[in-house]
C-alpha cells in the first residue's frame, strides 16, 4: 500500500512540477534509460522535456499563461495512469486546449516507462458531455 501512495505523490509532485514550469526539475523522477511511446519524439525524457518546453512556449506566446489540472489518476500496482486537462488560457477556457492520458510503470520509486496519448479540445466539439 505504501509503495502505491508513493508512486501516486510522485506523480503528482511531477505534475505540479510541469503545472508551474519547472520541467526539467520534474525529470528526477524518471531512470536515466526511461523509454518513450510518444510517436512524434525521437529520443528519451530530455527530448520529450525540451519538446514540452518548445510546445508550452508557443501556447504562452499565443495567449495567457496556460492551466493544468489533474482529473484523474489511478495506480495499479507498478503503473499510474494519469487523465489531465491542459488549457490554452486561464483568461479564456474557451479557447480549447488538450486532455491527455498519461501511462507510467515504476520500477522501485523510479519511472522506466512513459505513454502519452493527446487529443486537442475545441470549442466546436458536438459531444453535449464535453471532454471531461
Given at each position: 500500500m505504501k509503495q502505491m501512495l508513493d508512486r501516486k505523490n510522485i506523480v503528482n509532485e511531477y505534475f505540479r512540477l510541469v503545472g508551474k514550469g519547472m520541467f526539467?526539475?520534474?525529470?528526477?523522477?524518471?531512470?536515466?534509460?526511461?523509454?518513450?511511446h510518444n510517436p512524434f519524439v525521437v529520443g528519451g525524457m530530455d527530448t520529450l522535456t525540451d519538446a514540452m518546453i518548445a510546445a508550452s512556449k508557443n501556447i504562452t506566446a499565443l495567449s495567457s499563461q496556460?492551466?493544468?489540472?489533474?482529473?484523474?489518476l489511478l495506480v495499479d500496482g507498478d503503473m499510474v495512469a494519469v487523465h489531465t486537462q491542459l488549457l490554452n488560457s486561464k483568461s479564456n477556457p474557451g479557447e480549447g486546449g488538450l486532455r491527455q492520458v498519461h501511462l507510467?510503470?515504476?520500477?522501485?520509486?523510479?519511472?522506466?516507462?512513459?505513454?502519452?496519448?493527446?487529443?486537442?479540445?475545441?470549442?466546436?466539439?458536438?459531444n453535449a458531455s464535453g471532454a471531461f
Amino acid at each position: 500500500m505504501k509503495q502505491m501512495l508513493d508512486r501516486k505523490n510522485i506523480v503528482n509532485e511531477y505534475f505540479r512540477l510541469v503545472g508551474k514550469g519547472m520541467f526539467k526539475e520534474g525529470l528526477r523522477f524518471f531512470a536515466p534509460d526511461c523509454k518513450t511511446h510518444n510517436p512524434f519524439v525521437v529520443g528519451g525524457m530530455d527530448t520529450l522535456t525540451d519538446a514540452m518546453i518548445a510546445a508550452s512556449k508557443n501556447i504562452t506566446a499565443l495567449s495567457s499563461q496556460p492551466e493544468f489540472f489533474i482529473k484523474h489518476l489511478l495506480v495499479d500496482g507498478d503503473m499510474v495512469a494519469v487523465h489531465t486537462q491542459l488549457l490554452n488560457s486561464k483568461s479564456n477556457p474557451g479557447e480549447g486546449g488538450l486532455r491527455q492520458v498519461h501511462l507510467f510503470r515504476f520500477e522501485a520509486d523510479k519511472i522506466v516507462e512513459y505513454w502519452d496519448i493527446s487529443q486537442q479540445i475545441l470549442p466546436s466539439m458536438p459531444n453535449a458531455s464535453g471532454a471531461f
